[in-house]
């Protein structure tokens, strides 16, 4: 079956691992471009993204993985790693970098200071029945961009203040979720993740 690394320079590695593990995936921690050579397909863990970002640049990480993103590596980001997949992101820290590749602009920690964490029922296109949606600083899509053909909604908040909020989406081989699906139980998020990566191969 296939490999899929998950980055594991910051966050929540070990849950991710147990998910992808739990939908037939091999998973193996990338921390070295060596380890990214040898995946098929990458995840992006909830954490902190500019923690992210900086130890990706010292790790001399943030190049290969824009390349391989770029030459159509198959990827899924929670939470932080939705940040990192996104084009542009709004409330970034100075100089704050992503790896981008979704044409999107995501707002970091939007939920505001009141409902800083909070859990949901997501309805979410290609699952059947509900997500248990957990959110914990959770960035949302601000907005699709213009110009971005090819970026599918699948998941909007349906219920209190952030009603509408857009929080899954995929466009092509990525794949990005505000919530996180690996503290759940629940592998159909990274079951569907794991045939993008199969099918991509
Ligand atoms: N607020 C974090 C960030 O901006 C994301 C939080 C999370 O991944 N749980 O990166």
Same mark, same amino acid.
């Given at each position: 079956?296939?490999?899929?690394?998950?980055?594991?320079?910051?966050?929540?590695?070990?849950?991710?691992?147990?998910?992808?593990?739990?939908?037939?995936?091999?998973?193996?921690?990338?921390?070295?471009?060596?380890? @990214? !050579? /040898?995946?098929? *397909?990458?995840?992006?863990? %909830? =954490?902190?993204?500019?923690?992210?970002?900086?130890? $990706?640049?010292?790790?001399?990480?943030?190049?290969?993985?824009?390349?391989?993103?770029?030459?159509?590596?198959?990827?899924?980001?929670?939470?932080?790693?939705?940040?990192?997949?996104?084009?542009?992101? @709004? !409330? /970034?820290?100075? *100089?704050?970098?992503?790896? %981008? =590749?979704?044409?999107?602009?995501?707002?970091?920690? $939007?939920?505001?200071?009141?409902?800083?964490?909070?859990?949901?029922?997501?309805?979410?296109?290609?699952?059947?029945?509900?997500?248990?949606?957990?959110?914990?600083?959770?960035?949302?899509?601000?907005?699709? !961009?213009?110009?971005?053909?090819?970026?599918?909604?699948?998941?909007?908040?349906?219920?209190?203040?952030?009603?509408?909020?857009?929080?899954?989406?995929?466009?092509?081989?990525?794949?990005?979720?505000?919530?996180?699906?690996?503290?759940?139980?629940?592998?159909?998020?990274?079951?569907?993740?794991?045939?993008?990566?199969?099918?991509?191969?």
């Amino acid at each position: 079956d296939v490999t899929i690394g998950v980055l594991a320079l910051q966050g929540d590695v070990r849950e991710h691992a147990a998910s992808l593990a739990a939908v037939g995936a091999r998973a193996v921690p990338v921390r070295r471009a060596a380890e @990214l !050579d /040898a995946v098929d *397909g990458l995840v992006i863990p %909830g =954490g902190e993204s500019t923690a992210m970002w900086k130890l $990706a640049t010292a790790f001399d990480m943030f190049e290969p993985i824009r390349k391989r993103l770029a030459e159509g590596m198959p990827a899924y980001g929670s939470c932080a790693g939705m940040i990192m997949l996104a084009d542009h992101v @709004l !409330d /970034a820290a100075e *100089g704050q970098q992503t790896f %981008g =590749g979704i044409a999107i602009t995501v707002r970091r920690n $939007a939920f505001g200071r009141q409902v800083d964490s909070f859990e949901g029922p997501i309805s979410f296109a290609g699952i059947d029945g509900e997500l248990h949606g957990v959110f914990i600083r959770a960035p949302w899509v601000e907005a699709v !961009d213009e110009d971005a053909s090819g970026v599918e909604v699948l998941a909007r908040v349906s219920g209190g203040p952030a009603t509408g909020r857009i929080v899954a989406v995929r466009q092509g081989s990525l794949l990005a979720t505000s919530f996180h699906p690996e503290l759940t139980g629940d592998h159909r998020v990274h079951g569907v993740f794991a045939q993008m990566v199969r099918a991509s191969r």
